[in-house]
């Protein structure tokens, strides 16, 4: 089989190949490293594996941002040190997710369900029908958001929703009554997956409620500021980017 590893620490590389080198697992025929999240998209464009294993934080960005550039249908195993993507990879075909550091037998593990899954199913003709089907429908549009609340989750609707909002690696969702939660996503997935009539895109950093949005104040022609409510925390001062400032505004009368 071919294996790709996404992976940009060496040492987690050779740690990896030493231990794929010693299984009898899985057969392994070839091997393809993949150093960064550029080096991955430029492969996956062109080539394929039986099986790839993934990390999720790379030198030039976030491995999950692949499945924005390609279409993989490939069975993956993530590998890494953070454990709060777990819910989000398994939007993908999955296999296994692994915490560093992980031992032998965890890997052991991982590949025999791979092996187990492949034996009696095959995938890909699934996988592109439903991809075909969701490409001629459009996107499903999202109406209730599952956020984490301590060790629980909570179910929170669109209506309930005042703003997403973007902060160092983190997505937020700040609720009406000024309840702030981490939302697992990215301001640039989430987008394509909200009512466009409700929510709308101002800036980098906020995705907006219409009813939300209590005060629109004009500074100039290129500067428009939204009050909001409940007022932002961090990065209170809202504003319209340039580019956005005209089809926002039809939005807001539409």
């Known amino acids: 089989m071919k294996i790709a590893i996404i992976e940009d620490e060496l040492l987690a590389v050779n740690y990896l190949r030493n231990l794929l080198d010693q299984q009898s697992i899985v057969p392994v025929t070839e091997m393809v490293i993949l150093r960064s999240k550029k080096q991955a998209i430029d492969f996956f464009e062109n080539h394929s594996a039986d099986l790839i294993f993934m990390d999720i934080h790379l030198g ?27 819910m989000r990879v398994f939007r993908h075909f999955t296999i296994d997710y692994l915490l560093k550091p992980f031992e032998e ?11 187990s899954i492949r034996s009696n199913f095959d995938p ?36 309930n929703t005042a703003y997403f909002f973007a902060s160092g690696k983190y997505l937020f969702l700040t609720t009406v009554d000024n309840q702030t939660y981490i939302y697992d996503d990215t301001i640039k997935d989430v987008i394509h997956k909200l009512n466009p009539q409700l929510f709308f895109k101002i800036n980098r950093k906020f995705i907006i409620n219409k009813n939300a949005i209590v005060e629109i104040i004009k500074h100039s ?34």
Not at 60 to 86: H, K, W
Not at 138 to 159: A, Q, W
Not at 231 to 238: H, Q, W
């Open 60 to 86: 030039d960005g976030m491995s999950l941002e692949i499945f924005e550039s390609v279409e993989l249908f490939t069975p993956i195993i993530f590998i890494t040190a953070f454990d709060e993507y777990a």
């Open 221 to 254: 022609s290129q500067k428009i500021e939204l009050k909001l409510a409940p007022a932002p925390e961090i990065n209170s001062d809202v504003f319209i980017s340039k580019r956005q400032i005209t089809e926002c505004l039809n939005w807001l009368k539409s």
């Open 124 to 159: 890909e003709p699934v996988l592109r029908s439903i991809s075909s089907l969701r490409q001629a429908e459009g996107p499903e549009l999202m109406k209730r958001f599952m956020v984490r609340d301590g060790n629980k989750l909570k179910s929170i609707d669109e209506g």
């Open 105 to 115: 037998e965890d890997l052991h593990k991982a590949l025999q369900k791979f092996i």
